[in-house]
C-alpha cells in the first residue's frame, strides 16, 4: 500500500504559540488529505478535506482561522494550530486518498498534541 | 457531517469467543470501509463494501453491507489476541468514521 508520512509524531508547546504538522505522501501523488483529530477513547473527526492548489473544506464547527491548511504540493500538506490552547491537545491525523488505483485512505502516524 | 453510530461502544471477550460489531447510518451509502486501529496506532484499511447484501470474508473476518446500503457488520470467529483494538467503519467517499468498537480480547 501506500505511504503517508506524518510529523511530528509528538509535541509540546506552550500556550498561546503555533504548532505545524506534516502530512507527506511518499511513493505516490495525494491531490487529495484529510485531517482529522481523536480525543482519547473516541472516533476520529473529520475537521477539514484539503485539496492540492485549492482552499480547504472545514466542516462544521472548525475554526478555519485556528487550523491553517495548507496543500501546496501533490505529496505534502500540512495543518498550523495557531495561537494554541489547552484544550487544543488532541491527537491530530491525517490521511490521503483514494487515487491512483485504489480505493481506501492510507494514515499517517499521527501527532500527539499537548498544550501545556 | 454525516451520522454513522457503531455499536456496541467496548466490548470484553474472551479469547475464542465470536464478536460482532455494528455500523448503522442515517443515509444511503455508497460504500463503506472497515478500518482497525490498534491502541496507540493508527488506522489500517481491512476491507470495501459496495455492493447491496454484499458479504466479504478475510479468515476469520466476515463482513456485509446490508440490503438498504445504511448499515454493515463486521463479524471475528474466534477471536484472537492479535485482534484487540477498535473497529471502525467509514463513509468511503468523505471518509466520515463511525463511534467505533474497542475490542478486548481476555487471554
Known amino acids: 500500500g501506500a505511504v503517508v508520512s506524518q510529523h511530528p509524531s509528538w509535541v509540546i508547546c506552550k500556550s498561546g504559540t503555533s504548532v505545524k504538522i506534516e502530512c507527506r505522501s511518499l511513493?505516490?501523488?495525494?491531490?487529495?488529505m484529510f485531517w482529522y483529530r481523536q480525543f482519547p477513547k473516541q472516533s476520529l473527526m473529520l475537521m477539514a478535506t484539503?485539496?492540492?492548489?485549492?482552499?480547504?473544506?472545514?466542516e462544521q464547527g472548525v475554526e478555519k482561522d485556528k487550523f491553517l491548511i495548507n496543500h501546496a504540493s501533490l505529496t505534502l500538506s500540512t495543518l498550523t494550530v495557531t495561537s494554541a490552547h489547552p484544550e487544543d491537545s488532541s491527537f491530530y491525523i491525517c490521511?490521503?486518498?483514494?487515487?491512483?488505483?485504489?480505493?481506501?485512505?492510507?494514515f499517517g502516524q499521527g501527532t500527539r498534541l499537548t498544550v501545556v | 457531517g454525516q451520522q454513522v453510530m457503531q455499536i456496541p461502544q467496548y466490548q470484553h471477550v474472551q479469547e475464542g469467543e465470536d464478536f460482532t460489531t455494528y455500523c448503522n447510518s442515517s443515509?444511503?451509502?455508497?460504500?463503506i470501509q472497515w478500518y482497525k486501529q490498534r491502541p496507540g496506532g493508527h488506522p489500517v484499511f481491512l476491507i470495501q463494501?459496495?455492493?447491496?447484501?454484499e458479504v466479504k470474508k478475510q479468515k476469520r473476518l466476515t463482513f456485509q453491507f446490508g440490503e438498504a446500503k445504511k448499515n454493515s457488520s463486521l463479524h471475528i470467529t474466534a477471536t484472537q489476541t492479535t485482534d484487540v483494538g477498535t473497529y471502525f467503519c467509514?463513509?468511503?467517499?468523505?471518509?466520515?468514521f463511525g463511534t467505533g468498537t474497542s475490542l478486548t480480547v481476555i487471554p
Open positions: 490521511s490521503a486518498g483514494p487515487g491512483q488505483g485504489w480505493t481506501e485512505a492510507f
Open positions: 511513493d505516490f501523488q495525494a491531490t487529495t
Open positions: 484539503s485539496n492540492e492548489g485549492s482552499k480547504a473544506t472545514y
Open positions: 443515509t444511503t451509502l455508497s460504500n
Open positions: 463494501l459496495v455492493k447491496s447484501g
Open positions: 467509514s463513509t468511503g467517499n468523505q471518509f466520515y
